[in-house]
């Protein structure tokens, strides 16, 4: 197993499918954070054939809430002193509001910059979320 890099306190996003670990890293906002921040794509795994992992460094606290959306079975590792101290399960939001962007172009939420976007969970075993102002099923595949 290739260590790209170990962390000392942080958190390690684990067993994210491969695609989704540049979605997360992008809805996280985690180009933006001065630590140290490992996006690794397409690690080998075991029982995932590939799989895609983010290590962020002293941050302990991240929106676990698009992690969940994003990959709802992906794994979270809080780390302190190099050792897993928690695992974090992810559960997914009821609502979600101001994270996603509804891509339904006509909707009021993309096109009226005052109205923040909101989705609302239709279907926890699809990972399905509908926005609240259109009716759009929200597609992480897009
Ligand atoms: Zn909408």
Same mark, same amino acid.
């Given at each position: 197993m290739l260590e790209i890099t170990s962390l000392k306190n942080g958190i390690v996003i684990d067993h994210v499918k491969?695609?989704?670990g540049i979605k997360i890293f992008e809805l996280l906002g985690?180009?933006?954070l001065d630590d140290q921040v490992a996006l690794?794509? +397409?690690?080998e795994s075991s029982n995932m054939g590939r799989k895609d992992i983010i290590k962020v460094e002293n941050h302990q606290d991240l929106d676990l809430d698009i992690v969940s959306i994003?990959?709802?079975?992906a794994t979270v590792n809080i780390i302190e002193n190099e050792e897993v101290v928690e695992k974090k399960v992810l559960e997914l939001p009821?609502?979600?509001? +101001?994270?996603?962007?509804?891509q339904n172009p006509k909707c009021i939420s993309t096109s009226e910059r005052s109205v923040?976007?909101?989705?609302?969970l239709i279907n926890p075993e699809e990972?399905?979320?509908k926005c609240a102002y259109c009716d759009h099923i929200y597609d992480v595949e897009e």
């Open positions: 491969p695609g989704n985690l180009a933006d690794i794509l +397409n690690a994003i990959d709802p079975t009821e609502v979600i509001e +101001n994270i996603l962007t509804c923040t976007s909101k989705f609302i990972t399905k979320y």
